[in-house]
């Protein structure tokens, strides 16, 4: 993520995790990624589907928790690796 070293990163990701987990979310730590990554990219998640060429309804499912790191579409799975 642009502007923010990898501790505060890690932090940040290890915060909303575990929120999400206290939310019963299935997969809280691809949800914490995928938000932290679009919110870095300051894209709404419209833009932030298009920009990936992917569909919103895959994004708005791995934001919820629903998506296993393994059945997220490739190009998701690469911004968040990034």
Do not use: C, F
Not at 28 to 54: C, H, K, N, Q
Request: aromatic share 2%.
């Amino acid at each position: 993520m642009v502007g923010m070293n990898s501790l505060n990163r890690a932090h940040l990701l290890e915060h909303l995790a575990e929120r999400l987990q206290r939310g019963g979310v299935s997969h809280p730590d691809v949800a914490a990624a995928v938000l932290a990554a679009r919110g870095a990219s300051r894209a709404d998640m419209i833009t932030y589907a298009r920009r990936l060429r992917i569909r919103v309804e895959d994004l708005r499912a791995a934001e919820a928790g629903e998506v296993s790191i393994d059945d997220l579409p490739l190009r998701l799975r690469q911004a968040i690796e990034e």
